[in-house]
Each structure stands twice: as C-alpha cells, then as structure tokens.
C-alpha cells in the first residue's frame, strides 16, 4: 500500500516572517540536492533562466549575494525552511503558509528538487555567469528531479513537446503493441506453404537504435494507492500532494513487413516502436508537492540515454 501523508507543521516564525523591500525584482531559486552523494547546490537565475549566482552548498554569500545571503535548511526530500537575506521562509506553494514566497518540490529515492518563485533587491548588481564560472556541483550531472520539474514548468507554460500522443521525431511514431522479428530467412518448409498465406510484423531497422524513454504518470492525489512495492509522500499542511510513476520504455525504430512464401517482401511505413521494458527495469516513483494535476494526466520523456533496458 502506498501511503500519501500530510504532516503537519508549527511555523509562527515563518508566518510572521517580513515581506521583502518594495524595491525588488523577480527571481528563481533552485536547490538540488543528490541523495546518493549528499552534494547539495543553488541556484538563482533570472526569468529568462541565465543563471545569476550558484553555489555547492546550503549557503550563497558570493559576488552580489554578500549582501544578501541565501542560505538553506532542508531535509532530503526538500522540505524545510529558506533564508533570503535577513528574512526566513517555509518552502511551501501558498504565500500565506510560506511567509511570501512560492515553492514547489518533487524527490525520488535518488534526489530531490526544490523551485522557488523569489524577489531579490533592485539594488544588488546581478549579471549572468558565464559559462566558465558555472561550477558541476555533482557527479552523475543533471538529476533525474531537476529535469522532471523543468518538463512541468515547460508544459504549464504551453509546451506540447511531452504530449503521448505527440509526433516529434522525422517517422511516425506509434504506440502499438507488435511482434518484433529480426530475420529475413525463410526455409523450405515455408516456401511449399500456400502462397495466399501472408503474415504481418515489424522488423528493427538495423539495431533499431534504442532508446529510454520514459512515460510519466500521476497515479494517485492526496489519497493512497496500492501497487506491489511500498513508497510514500509527505507534505506540509495546505500543500497538494501527488504521486507519479515513471515507466522506463525502449524504443525501437523500426518498419512494418509483409511476408509471403511466394513473392518478395513488402515493406511499408518507418515508425518508432515504444514498449515497456520487462520487469519495470529503470522504473521508478516520485512525488510531487505543489504542482498535482488530475489522477491518470501522463507525459512522454524521450529523451532518454541510448541503449536497451
């Protein structure tokens, strides 16, 4: 049984926490952090995404921000609070409970991602990093959460690139359930068969170049589910709260065959061939904390490492 809890927070502090000074500009704050190597980082940037100051720690105190210190203390699924200067906040999505600031989160067993809508003093002189500067704050590169939660910024902004449905590759993709079959030899046997007798199938083109992709699911809003395996989320009172399964596929390129004892082969469209991988190897659960949608909404990774399962 997997088990949605809503635990519930003291935060008089945080409520009666100070708005920031009126002379202030918008900004996102990212904190990220790796549950396997217990590497931390933040990041601020502006509302075009140029990155403006980060660090590899709980604590930005560099370049402009010696002025004004951002600091944090999360547990490892981000939960917790944020200081923004002199003034402390809760991560949460409604102003009201968070002090002032809005805060969404996702985390897996692997990693968690913390996104923050703030306002920063007009008068701390920012300029974007160059690329140079930006450090890697962790080993394994990009985490699975601070992608995740890019893909649902994009969509809420209008992007259909994730839609199941979507066509975004040169072939038509589908989603079909088909028999895979890589030869092209036939025996004797078959060739005295009657020659009426066609059989249909799909057959790889080359290696069929396989890729990961990954189908996003929210299974359940606020209310528990079973499934096989035990796992659970938690959140602050007055947050909404989701669980989402992603369900590792392999997809394969591939070209519909039809096949006769008598005549020569007949080959017809080129498509991607999208099936779950056996065993859910590469599957795995998230919460999302902020951000829910409604029970059985889905979208499609593509964009997945090279290679089978």
Known sequence: MKLLIAATWIVPAILAAPSLRKESKEAMLFVKFDKTTSETEITVTDTTSQVLGQSCTTVLNSGPFVDFQISTKLDENGAGNITLGTNNYLVHELAEYSGGIICTRMYNDLDSFVRCSIEVPETLQLAPLSKKSLKECFVRG??????????????????????????????PELLPEARIVNTTTWNTTEKRADCNAWSKGVVR??????????????????????????????????????????TAHTAYSVQTRERNPCYADQWGERYVL??????????????????????GNNWMDRNGRAGGP
């Open 205 to 246: 083109i080359g290696d069929g170049d396989p890729h990961q992709n990954y189908l996003n699911t929210q299974i359940s809003i606020n209310a528990g589910t079973t499934t096989g395996n035990s796992y659970s989320c938690t959140a602050h009172t007055g947050q909404s709260l989701c669980m989402w399964r992603n």
């Open 274 to 295: 999208v099936s779950p991988n056996s065993n859910n190897v590469g599957s795995l659960y998230y919460c999302v904390v902020g951000t829910c949608r409604n029970q």
């Open 142 to 171: 990009t985490l699975d959460m601070e992608r995740t939660s890019h893909i649902f910024a994009a969509q809420l902004e209008g992007s259909d690139e994730y839609l199941v449905n979507s066509v975004s590759l040169d072939i």
